[in-house]
């Protein structure tokens, strides 16, 4: 099972507080450090300092650190042209040399849209699909060559499709509960699938869906690395797991619901319950980026049990 920590800058980081935990998070032996791609706050925090955005974010930390693996859950499509989307990110996989892993959503947050000034455009499903063509178009296009696309929504001429990344492939994630579309565009382009926040028999639903679409399209159905997103609050003992939820603002009793909280066994015990739905990999979300003790907590406590 590989472990990875997933963070949420929009509810208040700055960039600073980002490259702590995100080497902490390599220290530790976690396998990737992942952030969210959010202009706005959610609920009732301040926010401060303000949004950091996530591709620079991303390129600082490619240089500051060596090992962990570094993506997005998920950028939204509505905040970046696709051509200039996959420019930025194969240029942070060359400053990364090859640490890159790219999560793609159609985008959802419309207030964010409204706050900034940014588009947000009723079909933004049929333009996700078109997104992903044009990036995973333009890196594979070989050297010397160029790429065109004639879409509804997107025209690319004679592109010379450069930079390339550092990675022959860079792995691309999609996610999400839709029972239809969604399963169909990961097994067109996905290289994992992502299910957040979400029960184990729900989890292992959509991985059915997901799994039976790719083989529809001619793939495996285990061509896919199939995760998952959850909440994390981890404590040595009862109080401290209600000290950690009460930073967070939930509910102990919510979050061993809905999350990955309790003691240490127990949350070895649900992580088993969703890699027996067929998820190999989880996501942390981790929302107190100023408790680095829960991550060496979920690290030795947690990871060296299912590493």
């Known amino acids: 099972m590989d472990l990875r920590i997933f963070t949420e800058p929009q509810q208040g980081a700055s960039y600073d507080t980002l490259l702590t935990v995100a080497k902490a998070s390599e220290d530790l032996g976690f396998d990737a450090f992942f952030r969210s791609d959010h202009y706005l ?10 949004p950091t955005d996530a591709w620079i974010t991303l390129a600082g ?27 930025q990110v194969a240029q942070v996989d060359q400053m990364s040399g090859g640490r890159i892993e790219l999560g793609l959503g159609a985008g959802w947050f419309a207030e964010e849209h409204a706050a900034y000034g940014i588009p947000f455009p009723k079909e933004k499903f049929a333009r996700l699909e078109e997104q992903l063509a044009i990036v995973t178009g333009l890196w594979q296009t070989p050297v010397g060559e160029t790429f065109s696309y004639a879409g509804d929504f997107y025209q690319l001429t004679d592109s010379p ?30 290289d994992e699938f992502n299910v957040p926040f979400a029960s184990v028999e729900d989890s292992e639903r959509q991985f059915g869906r997901v799994r039976k679409a790719a083989e529809e399209a001619g ?25 950690r939820a009460a930073a967070i603002g939930r509910e102990v009793v919510e979050l061993k619901a809905n999350g990955l909280a309790g003691s240490p066994a127990e949350v070895v015990d649900k992580i088993g319950r969703y890699a027996e739905a067929g998820s190999s990999r989880i996501y942390f979300q981790i929302l107190d980026l100023g408790d680095l003790d829960h991550l060496e907590l979920i690290s030795s406590a947690v990871g060296s049990q299912l590493g």
């Open 61 to 87: 930390l490619a240089r500051e650190t060596s090992r962990i693996r570094l993506g997005t859950l998920m950028t939204a499509g509505t905040f970046r042209l696709p051509g200039v989307l996959a420019i």
């Open 219 to 243: 793939r495996k159905g285990d061509d896919l690395v199939y995760s998952n997103a959850l909440v994390a609050c981890v404590g040595k003992d009862d109080a401290e797991v209600s000290r």
């Open 41 to 50: 706050k959610m609920g009732d925090v301040d926010g401060l300092p303000g």
């Open 161 to 190: 499709a450069l930079p390339k990344p550092a990675q022959v492939k860079v792995p691309v994630l999609v996610g999400g509960l839709g029972a239809t579309r969604t399963p169909r565009i990961a097994a067109a382009y996905a």
